[in-house]
Every structure is written in structure tokens, then in C-alpha cells.
């Protein structure tokens, strides 16, 4: 069977292979210690569960608009006036199947063949694919550890050229955790705004940052730059919903209606009862997101503290997400072959640094528990000391 082209050019979910082969390992009774998926361990919080039982025992049961319920639309606004300083309104919403849906949206709506879309390196994994899968063509641009790994405004301006459309920015960042300060944003608004390209800021951390340090939305710098921004985000990470599929993305109105028109044509809305949910995690305490803001946070200082007990990797403290981006370069091996090794002589998952752009790391989760981190810690302290 002659399948399209451009199933050719993309390559499998890295994320979503190793995180369900690392669950079959533990189905079928091996003692697995997975760092794979960035997916909270915990439970979705008990009254967004009961919000969505409660709108399915009301009979919330079948299609709705397909840009999403208008008072999910109208709260999400809400929360980015009050939150993010971004001046949206319902029209500006569109409720998408998840984070990754609304970032594939986009790409559908925005680019024509050959348009260039600016991806700093390291980079969640499905950035690049999802632009091709819409025709354009990803533009790596590599930072590392010397740079923070951020993207500067130097490098920035130097990578754009006639066709450049878009960057993407992702702010705290799957898979290094760091947050771009609001200068460090500023700096960047300038020469988006000077070459008159377009933004998108995927929001889906901003809520799991660590010291008190702020989480600033590049579209909230000033008129010229909300223009020109798009944010992509979602429920998954903040209230542990990954299996619910709602996610957002917010924009000019009339990028939100075309990608409104696509989603028409594709999945329709998204799961009625589902968003039920959704604004009932708006509307409620957040004390649940606080909680477990908490409980990543304790995680994050005992997993650094045993890395750094590993003579031969290195690592960064990130300031957000729940991952550390580890740099393996001194054991000699490639991320693959790092990872593989490591899962089959220890039961150890992890995820390799190759599909974000940084063959020279792996990335942990440590969204999961205690116990898990400090088993699988003292594997992988076995694992180096064996190898280097
Ligand atoms: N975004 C999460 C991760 O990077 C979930 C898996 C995925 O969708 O790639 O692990």
C-alpha cells in the first residue's frame, strides 16, 4: 500500500512508546522504575471527578459546539485576564483533545508548504513532527547548558529568515524545566515584534514552578507582541487530567476560528462531559494543584540530590516541570543505547535525550512517587558506575 509522503518523514511518539512499553514490563510483573511519561501519579482531584459524573448523569452526552462549551471558553478567558494579563474573551478560546491537539491545530491553520518554524533545542519531541506533518519545516536551533539552554534574542534574530512563520517557545520547558525570565521574554518580544513573526507559547507548565519564581506569558509584554502570541495549554499537567483530553489554545479570534473550522472537520468537540470537568477545576480551590506542587517539589530535591550523587552525570536544577534533563555525555553511549541498556539491565525507564534534539542526555520524569525515584536512583548510580 503507497502510503502519503509525509507519514514518511515523521517519526513514532519516543514519550509514548517508552511509557507503554515500561507499563507492559510492569503488567507483566517485572519490577519496572519508570521515569518515562511526563504524567502526574496522581488521581484527578476528587470534585472534577464528580463535576464530569454529575454533567454525565445530567445528560451531557452529545455534541456540543465544536470550539468547546462556552462557559469552559468564557472561563478559561477569565482565568488568563486574571492570571497571564492576556486580554482574551470567549471567542479567543477554542477547546482542543489535549496540549498536543491544539499545538496541531495551529500548525493546520498557519503554515503552507516551506514555511519555516523556529524550534530551540532541547525540544518536547513532538514539535518538529507536528510541523511537518502540516507541510512546513522545522528549524532547529541549538542551545545547552552554557546558554541555560534557552534561546537568546541574538540567536533568534540570526536564525530568522524571509520564510520563518512562527516560534515556538515553551515556558517552563519539556524537557530541561527552565523558565525564561521576564526580561529574558522582553528581549525576545523585540525582535518577534521588529521581524513581524508569530509566537506560540506553550503554557502547559506555567502552573508547576518551583521557589516562588513568577511565570510570565510573553503576550502579556505589551499590544504589539499579545498580537502576534498564541499560547497552547491545557488541564493534563496542572490537575493531573492527561487521560481527559482538554487542552486550549488562545489566540487572535480569527486564527481561533479557522482552527474552530478545522477541529469541525476532524474531532468536533471535545468530550462534552469532559469539559464539565474542566471548569469545575477552574471554578474550585486550588489547593489540589498546590498540593501537588508541593509533592513535586519535595521530589525534585531528592531526585537532584541523588543525581548528584552520581559521579558522571550531570544536571541543571530546573526551576519548573517535573523533569531533569541529565547529560549522560561522560559515559561514552548514545541517548538510544544509554536508555535501552539501562531499561534491560536495571528496569529502569527513562527517555533518551536523541528525539529533543540533545543526544548527549536523558530525561527523567519524577512525577512519580517517592519510592519509585529512590529506588530507581540507586539503578542508575549502579548502572553509570558499571559503565564509566
Ligand atoms: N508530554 C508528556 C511527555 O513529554 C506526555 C507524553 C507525550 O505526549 O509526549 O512525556
Redesign the pocket.
Known amino acids: 500500500m503507497e502510503l502519503a509522503h509525509r507519514t514518511r518523514e515523521v517519526k513514532p511518539?519516543v514519550?509514548?512508546a517508552i511509557?507503554a512499553q515500561a507499563k507492559a514490563m510492569q503488567a507483566s510483573g517485572i519490577d519496572v522504575c519508570s521515569f518515562?511519561?511526563?504524567?502526574p501519579d496522581f488521581d484527578t482531584p476528587e470534585h472534577i471527578k464528580a463535576a464530569a459524573a454529575a454533567a454525565l448523569a445530567m445528560g451531557k452526552t452529545k455534541y456540543g459546539a465544536a470550539a468547546g462549551e462556552l462557559p469552559l471558553r468564557e472561563a478559561i478567558a477569565q482565568q488568563m485576564r486574571q492570571e497571564e494579563q492576556l486580554d482574551y474573551q470567549a471567542a479567543n478560546i477554542l477547546v482542543t483533545n489535549g496540549g498536543?491537539h491544539s499545538l496541531f491545530n495551529l500548525m493546520m491553520v498557519l503554515l503552507n508548504p516551506g514555511d519555516e518554524v523556529i524550534i530551540p533545542a532541547p525540544f518536547?519531541?513532538?514539535y518538529p513532527e507536528m510541523v511537518r506533518l502540516a507541510d512546513g519545516t522545522p528549524v532547529i536551533v541549538h542551545t545547552d547548558a552554557s546558554t541555560d539552554y534557552k534561546i537568546s534574542p541574538e540567536l533568534l534574530a540570526a536564525s530568522i529568515t524571509s520564510k520563518t512563520k512562527l516560534l515556538i517557545l515553551n515556558s517552563p520547558s519539556?524537557p530541561s524545566g527552565v523558565v525564561y525570565t521576564r526580561a529574558e521574554l522582553t528581549a525576545l518580544a523585540a525582535v518577534i515584534v521588529k521581524h513581524d513573526i508569530l509566537v506560540v507559547s506553550d503554557e502547559i507548565y506555567a502552573k508547576i514552578i518551583y521557589d516562588g519564581i513568577e511565570h510570565v506569558s510573553i503576550g502579556s509584554l505589551g499590544q504589539e507582541i499579545f498580537d502576534r502570541t498564541i499560547i497552547s495549554s491545557g488541564f493534563a499537567k496542572a490537575y493531573s487530567m492527561?487521560g481527559w483530553r482538554v487542552g486550549y489554545l488562545a489566540g487572535p479570534a480569527e486564527l481561533i476560528r479557522a482552527a474552530s473550522m478545522v477541529q469541525g472537520h476532524s474531532t468536533s468537540n471535545v468530550c462534552t462531559f469532559a469539559q464539565y470537568g474542566a471548569i469545575a477545576a477552574l471554578a474550585g480551590s486550588q489547593d489540589c494543584v498546590a498540593d501537588m506542587l508541593q509533592a513535586f517539589s519535595r521530589r525534585r530535591e531528592v531526585i537532584l540530590q541523588m543525581l548528584k550523587a552520581i559521579p558522571g552525570l550531570d544536571c541543571a536544577k530546573p526551576d519548573g516541570a517535573f523533569y531533569l534533563f541529565v547529560n549522560i555525555s561522560r559515559s561514552g553511549l548514545g541517548s538510544l543505547e544509554f536508555c535501552q541498556r539501562l531499561l534491560e539491565s536495571q528496569q529502569v525507564a527513562a527517555?533518551p535525550g536523541l528525539p529533543f534534539g540533545a543526544d548527549d542526555h536523558i530525561r527523567l520524569?519524577y512525577a512519580t512517587d517517592l519510592e519509585t525515584i529512590e529506588k530507581g536512583m540507586e539503578r542508575i548510580g549502579k548502572f553509570v558506575h558499571e559503565l564509566i
Open positions: 511518539s514519550t509514548l511509557s518515562s511519561a511526563g504524567e498536543k518536547w519531541l513532538s519539556n492527561t527517555i520524569s
